[in-house]
Structures are given as C-alpha cells and as structure tokens.
C-alpha cells in the first residue's frame, strides 16, 4: 500500500467521526510506523497532499481532508462498510454524455464517477446501471452542465435477457476470481483475531479495509436478481466484516493510544 492511500485510509476509517476531523503529523507518523514508513516519508507526503488540495491544515501540524475529499471518502466508507446487495426493481438507468474535444478532461472526469458508481459501458458515451441511482446521477448533471457538458438521463426498459446487457458491461467471472483470491487470503486470519497485537490488529484493519475498497472500483454491486446463483461476493463481504469488526476493539486501543488532534 503506498504512503499516500494508507494516510487517506487511516484518515477515512478513523477521523471522519472526531471533532473537526484532524489528525497531528507526529500522530500519523506513530500509525503508518508498524507499516515500514518513516517521519520523513510522512511529512514529505502531508506536504505533498496539502499542496494538492487533498488535505488542510487546521493548525500548525494539525491536517484533515479538504471538503472534496471528504465527500469521497465520507461515500467510500459508508459503501465499504455498509454495502449490501438489494432486490432490482427491473428499470435500467442509462447516461449518454457529450462533450467538445477541448473538453476533454471534464468528459473523462464523468467517466471516472459513473464507473465509480458501478455503472457499465454500454456503447460510446452511453453507460448503464440497474441500480436507483436517480438522486446521485441528477446532482452529477447539474455539476456539470455549467461547465460545457451535455448530459442526458434516462429510466429505461429492456424486454430481452438482461444477462445480455450483462455479459456486454460487467466481467462477473474476473470479478469472482478477485472475490476467491480475497476470500482465501483472508480466511486465515478468522482464528487469530484476538492473539495479536494492538499494533498487529491496527495494521490488519487498515489493510482490509484497503483490499476490500477496491472491489468498489471493479464490482458494480448487481442486484441478486442480476447476479449467478451462491455469488461469492456475499461470502466475500461477510468475511470482511467479520474481521474487520473482529480487529476492532484491539485496533482502536492502538489507534487511541497515539492520536491526537
């Protein structure tokens, strides 16, 4: 895991919750430390972030996430920890988009947000999801009209297999191979949960949180109706809560134990 990501995911997973949301540079160099990286390496990137415009600074030596980053992991999280998988109502939503060439940025930045949420390309320009993401895709229009693109949303049906808007957008078989290989990598770790360390637990949490976050990048999060029968993704899910809930206790008194605001 790079500096860069294990710092957001420390900040996402733990600050969120804390008043204001801020973390001391001399606190973050104490929780990245089980994980190999060094003060130098951590300030070097604090600085790096800020002048981004990831992170702020609430006071000398005090950061939290600027509010863009925060919307994104503030949505990040609460899927990460909350994902379930509901029933289809049987309506697709679809988004057509177009942009001038000179807009270019701006059409791949849409791109990056619909793929984000799961949705599928369907043909150029055009991406497709089962899933009731009215309120999301209405408020993504508006953003971006003012700025050159022009958007389009529609509620649709398909009176053919759905599988085969499936097949066309989502690779379900890698998807489930990924599910397989977490699922293997993990299971281990089921009996060992209260033999570890504080720092031993902090660690593993993070990580898990990390490996688990990124099924939200390759997994569309289907409906059931839409999704192969004893889909591993269930087992998938179960598995990392049970761990991640399961590291909890021993993970926060480690955290507890050097943070400061």
């Not at 190999?36 to 390496?41: D, E, I, N, R, Y």
């Not at 503030?74 to 177009?98: M, P, S």
């Not at 229009?141 to 003012?146: D, F, G, H, L, V």
């Not at 693109?149 to 690779?171: E, H, R, T």
């Amino acid at each position: 895991m790079k500096l860069k990501t294990l710092i957001f995911t420390i900040l996402g997973d733990y600050n969120l919750s804390k008043s204001g949301g801020a973390i001391r540079a001399r606190s973050l160099v104490k929780l990245v430390e089980p994980f190999g990286f060094t003060s130098s390496a951590v300030r070097t990137t604090l600085y790096r972030l800020k002048a981004e415009g990831l992170i702020t600074s609430v006071d000398r030596g005090s950061y939290t996430f600027s509010q863009e980053t925060l919307l994104k992991f503030e949505t990040a999280i609460k899927r990460v920890k909350e994902w379930r998988f509901g029933h289809w109502d049987g309506k697709w939503r679809i988004v057509v988009y177009n942009f001038s060439e000179d807009n270019k940025a701006l059409r791949n930045k849409v791109r990056r947000e619909l793929q984000w949420l799961g949705f599928g390309s369907l043909a150029p320009s055009t991406w497709i999801s089962p899933n009731p993401l009215e309120g999301v895709i209405n408020e993504m229009i508006e953003k971006y009209w003012k700025d050159g693109g022009v958007i389009y949303f529609f509620l649709a049906s398909f009176p053919q297999d759905p599988q085969m808007i499936i097949k066309k957008c989502w690779n379900l078989a890698e998807i489930e191979a990924k599910y397989k290989y977490f699922i293997d990598k993990w299971i281990k770790l089921i009996d060992k949960l209260d033999k570890l360390s504080p720092a031993e637990a902090f660690v593993n949490k993070i990580t898990i949180l990390h490996e688990y976050r990124k099924f939200l990048h390759i997994d569309p999060g289907l409906p059931q109706e839409l999704l192969p029968k004893d889909w591993t993704g269930y087992d998938a899910f179960k598995l990392f809560e049970k761990i991640y809930y399961g590291l909890a206790p021993l993970a926060n008194k480690f955290f507890e134990s050097v943070y400061e605001e």
